[in-house]
């Protein structure tokens, strides 16, 4: 299984909801990632979890806030976002953080802000 | 600081014709290189990387990239393209920062084929 799983496809949220975003991997990376892409333009990294701990926050706004459960599961929470949040939201795993050149991406999750 | 430069923001080409996509690079060291390709609506795939050694890299889906540190480029080929190439094509550079290679990503180049 080399594939990267990521629920829900779509997310519609107002800007004082709460929601959260899922991405599966079940190939044993211990490493995880979010990114965050707008349109035309590449993945910006937010977030790394290194053998499920956080090693990378890219000054993510606080509005943000991943968690990383089990070396299988990565979430990213979201409250009181911005309109400008709206984007795709990109998951990524690699065999290890020293093997970060190599990330299996999930299919994304596009997140409109209302 | 790593940085790379896709001059190309849409490449037209027509199916079965050869393509090739620029990339430069800025890194101080020996650069580890990448191309990713996304498809619409997708996530991004690894079509190869460099990392040493053979200038002339061979990837998937039939593409090749050559490293020439003499003009900071990687770019990438290939000898026909076909309908479903078309996709966003993104150049990066991983520098080491902390024991990791996180790449840093060009803007992306559209392809776009022509029946």
């Known amino acids: 299984d080399t594939e990267v799983t990521q629920t829900p496809k779509h997310l519609v949220m107002g800007m004082t909801n709460k929601k959260s975003l899922k991405c599966e991997q079940h190939?044993?990376?211990?490493?995880m990632y979010w990114y965050k892409q707008k349109a035309k333009k590449p993945p910006e990294l937010m977030f790394v979890?290194?053998?499920?701990?956080?090693?990378i926050n890219e000054s993510v706004p606080s509005r943000f806030s991943p968690e990383c459960p089990n070396s299988s599961l990565l979430n990213l929470h979201l409250h009181a976002l911005q309109p400008e949040d709206s984007a795709l939201y990109l998951c990524?795993?690699?065999?290890?953080?020293?093997?970060?050149?190599?990330?299996?991406f999930g299919p994304g999750t596009r997140l409109t802000v209302t | 600081a790593q940085s790379v430069t896709q001059p190309d923001i849409h490449i037209t080409v027509s199916e079965g014709a050869s393509l090739e996509l620029r990339c430069n690079y800025s890194?101080?060291?020996?650069?580890?290189l990448f191309w990713y390709v996304q498809s619409p609506g997708q996530g991004l795939q690894l079509l190869l990387k460099?990392?040493?050694?053979?200038?002339l890299v061979q990837g998937i889906k039939g593409f090749e990239a050559e490293f020439k540190r003499s003009q900071s480029s990687f770019n990438l080929r290939k000898p026909s393209v076909h309908w479903s190439d078309a996709a966003e094509y993104f150049c990066a550079v991983g520098a080491r920062t902390g024991g990791s290679y996180i790449p840093t990503f060009g803007r992306g180049t559209s392809l776009i084929v022509h029946p």
């Open positions: 190939m044993g990376h211990r490493a």
């Open positions: 460099y990392f040493s050694g053979d200038t």
């Open positions: 890194y101080g060291a020996t650069p580890y």
């Open positions: 979890y290194s053998y499920e701990k956080l090693s």
């Open positions: 990524a795993s690699s065999q290890t953080p020293a093997s970060s050149y190599e990330q299996y």
